[in-house]
């Protein structure tokens, strides 16, 4: 049987892969490998390690972040097939090294799964730039794939509304208002909360201010899913606010502030993705 390997290097990966696991484990032996959040190095020698022991068929690459980056480059350097699950996303202006960590394991992949045909043009512009043939696959997104919504966590009492505070780190370290674009824009975060906020820690990427009273760091997915769905507004510069969050709120309940993903290409995304993956992988492992 066929050996795949599928690193993770935190919440938001997880969150993204475990749907496409799930499927995995069905046709392959699938090898769920932890990395160290936001550690090139020992992301790197982690994954060098494995593939010079015993060499996966193929690994799954999700996402952009640095450890998915250094995965993606042991693997390439070992000569390992590599498929690169949501390649060709852009971000304008470029405000984090996830958003060329990005295009750079597209290049190292044979495989490139896309959320939409204008991801998919992205990849095919970003290949021919180096004279490498590309044939992206348009997936869709995993994001609402066995979606678990826990409400456990939610304010106890139903006449409590309450903000959605998730500010992450902006990686190239020019802004020191934890993601705000400003210090004017933080000011309207704090003044403009409502009765109650509740604040969840982001990516593992640099410091956050605590702003509410609240304040979850290490948040499991299913528990972020109930809080996001039943809060009054969700203030945020994270990609949650384009993917998870028009599942559940009206437009105009959906805050982004700050550079980091600004300017994402929004949708409507197909779900999905993660048995179009399969299927394919499938076919191409055969």
């Keep these: ?15 993204l892969s475990a749907p496409v696991i799930k499927r995995l484990r ?11 959040p936001q550690d090139f190095l020992t992301s790197y020698q982690l994954i060098d390690a494995i593939c010079k022991a015993d060499p996966p068929d193929l690994i799954l690459i999700t996402g952009d972040r640095v450890e998915m980056c250094a995965a993606a480059a042991a693997a390439f350097h070992n000569k390992v097939k590599i498929a690169h699950f949501y390649a060709g996303i852009w971000n304008d202006p470029i405000t984090t090294f996830d958003d060329v960590d990005r295009h750079c394991i597209t290049l190292w992949s044979e495989i490139q799964f896309c959320e939409s045909d204008n991801a998919a043009l992205t990849v095919e512009m970003l290949k021919a730039a180096y004279g490498i043939a590309a044939d992206p696959i348009v997936v869709g ?45 933080y000011n309207f975060v704090v003044k403009n909360i409502v009765n109650y906020t509740v604040q969840i820690g982001g990516n593992p990427d640099g410091p956050i201010g605590q702003i509410g009273d609240v304040y979850e760091r290490n948040l499991p997915r299913p528990q972020f899913m109930g809080l996001l769905k039943n809060c009054q507004r969700f203030i945020t510069n994270s990609s949650s606010a384009i993917y998870e969050a028009p599942h559940f709120l009206k437009p105009e309940q959906i805050i982004m502030v700050g550079d980091r993903n600004r300017n994402r290409p929004r949708g409507p995304f197909k779900s999905g993705a993660s048995d179009r993956i399969v299927e394919i992988l499938k076919e191409y492992l055969k």
């Excluded at 049987?1 to 969150?15: F, N, T, Y």
């Excluded at 066995?146 to 370290?173: A, F, Q, R």
Aim: charged share 25%.
């Design 1 to 15: 049987m066929k050996r795949i390997l599928v690193p993770i290097g935190c919440r938001s990966d997880g969150g």
């Design 26 to 36: 069905e046709h392959f032996i699938t090898l769920p490998v932890d990395l160290a």
């Design 141 to 185: 997104i995993s994001h609402l794939d066995d979606l678990e919504v826990d409400e456990s966590v939610c304010p106890p009492y139903p006449h409590v509304k309450y903000d959605l505070l998730l500010i992450n780190h902006e990686l190239n370290g020019k802004n020191k208002y934890s993601g705000l674009q400003s210090l004017k824009e």
